[in-house]
């Protein structure tokens, strides 16, 4: 048996010792108080008994640590079959003829060729079950294992996703408002200033609050107002925002830049060809069904470019796919005049 094997061994029998401990105490006791009825001698049963029970587990660890791995996990199904057959057969022999060994040594005389035969008879049906009920324990800790294993991946995989998603929508986040920036530092450089000082608020919230899966929905509406204060100072006037985001307690959480992509999409879709641009941000919380809508004028070139959305679209919709899955509701209309989109979150605190 290789090193790498016999460590498995011990480590299994290590994790499970104290439940195989009350299994192997029980089934000593069981068949010593059976044997009472055979011998008078009470050190003989319990001398008799402990042979048995030394061999089953002997037989049993044997072949549930070494044979299952070495045979029935690579497929060899025949050789497996086989070698517990012999083993079976083997172990039943060894085992009487211990007994009849000690029988002799303490007793003086040799099995009755009568018992012979029952005892190896009763040691084949008592290696058999054991083994079945071993092999059939074995089996489902090692499918309950795997099914661990292959849920532990999947949730290692989702969260790569879910970073990886959440990665590429700050960098989107900043090169907006960075952009934004840029144009007032050309049109109003105090304004700009002013500007520049409100971002660093923003790039402050990015920085330390969104680096967890979730954040507090009150800090990401308060995000969301202070962007669009952001964005309201590079707008024209002919520009009506409406905006009402009542505060909810703390005992609500989000995913960070869920709602804020939306307010992004409003901002850089608005109409540039007609005078009565508008932009309504509204948010409600009942119970723990949060609902967030936006909606904004569009006009026709800004129509054509948000019909084919942009990454930060695509990302927050499979986001909330991956976080929410069917807990979640996601209506994103388009027409001639507006853009509109209503998210419904089931938010449990």
């Known amino acids: 048996m290789h090193t790498s094997q016999l460590t498995k061994v011990f480590n299994l029998v ?9 299994f192997w105490c029980y089934q000593f006791i069981s068949l010593s108080h059976g044997m009472k009825g055979f011998d008078d001698r009470g050190y003989f049963i319990y001398v008799d008994t402990g042979i048995v029970v030394f061999f089953q587990i002997l037989l049993v660890y044997f072949v549930v640590y070494y044979l299952v791995p070495v045979t029935l996990e690579k497929g060899k199904y025949v050789a497996f079959t086989g070698l517990i ?23 003086h005389r040799h099995f009755s060729s009568f018992v012979v035969l029952p005892m190896i008879l009763s040691r084949l049906v008592e290696f058999i079950v054991l083994i079945a009920c071993f092999l059939a324990v074995y089996g489902l800790t090692d499918k309950y294992n795997s099914e661990r294993h292959k849920d532990k991946i999947e949730q290692e995989q989702l969260k790569a996703e879910l970073d990886f998603l959440k990665n590429q929508l700050n960098p989107h986040f900043l090169f907006n408002a960075i952009n ?26 990015q920085l330390y609050d969104c680096g967890t899966d979730t954040t507090l929905l009150s800090k990401e509406l308060r995000f969301i107002r202070d962007y669009v204060s952001l964005e309201k100072m590079r707008c024209n006037q002919d ?7 009542p505060v909810p307690d703390d005992s609500i959480s989000i995913a960070p830049f869920i709602l804020v992509t939306f307010v992004e999409n409003a901002f850089k879709h608005k109409s540039s060809d007609q005078p009565d641009n508008f932009i309504e941000i509204r948010s409600s919380l009942n119970k723990h ?42 209506e994103i209309n388009r027409n001639n005049n507006h853009f509109s989109v209503h998210l419904e979150l089931n938010l449990n605190p």
């Open 14 to 22: 290590l994790r499970y010792r104290v439940l195989h401990v009350i």
């Open 239 to 245: 520009l009506t925002i409406t905006l009402d985001l």
């Open 85 to 107: 057959i012999l083993s079976v057969v083997l172990g039943a022999l060894i085992t009487v003829g211990v007994q009849d060994l000690v029988t002799l040594v303490l007793k």
């Open 289 to 330: 069904v949060f609902s967030f809508d936006v909606i904004n004028s569009v006009g026709e070139r800004q129509f054509v470019e948000s019909t084919h959305g942009g990454i930060g679209l695509r990302n927050v919709s499979r986001r909330l796919e991956l976080l929410h899955r069917n807990n979640y509701k996601l």
């Open 180 to 205: 934004s920036i840029y144009v007032l530092i050309r049109e109003d450089k105090a304004l700009a200033e002013k500007t520049l000082l409100q971002f660093s608020d923003l790039l402050r919230y």
